[in-house]
């Protein structure tokens, strides 16, 4: 991890977002601690990467999204060469 984001007030979000339970709290959440557009942002990013691992184009994506390609260049590019927190929750997803 980005030694950087290490801070104890990222420790405490973590800490909370662990906390959850069900999708209603989940909901309930980051609905107030977010704004709609970042959650839509973030809602993205999360069919973009499953798209991305299925193979698909860029423009498909795109298409299907609404995603701009360096949104997608972005999350591929994380997919690719980051810390492997996408393929972790994509696999367990899909268990």
Known sequence: ????LQTDAMEQLFDGILQL????????????LCTINELMSLSQRMEVATM?????????IAEKTGASTATISRV???????TDGYDLVLNRMHK
């Open 1 to 4: 991890m980005n030694k950087k």
């Open 52 to 60: 991305l691992r299925e193979h698909r184009t860029y423009l498909d």
């Open 21 to 32: 339970q069900t999708k209603e709290e989940c909901y309930a959440f980051f609905e107030d």
């Open 76 to 82: 591929n590019r994380a997919l690719n060469y980051g």
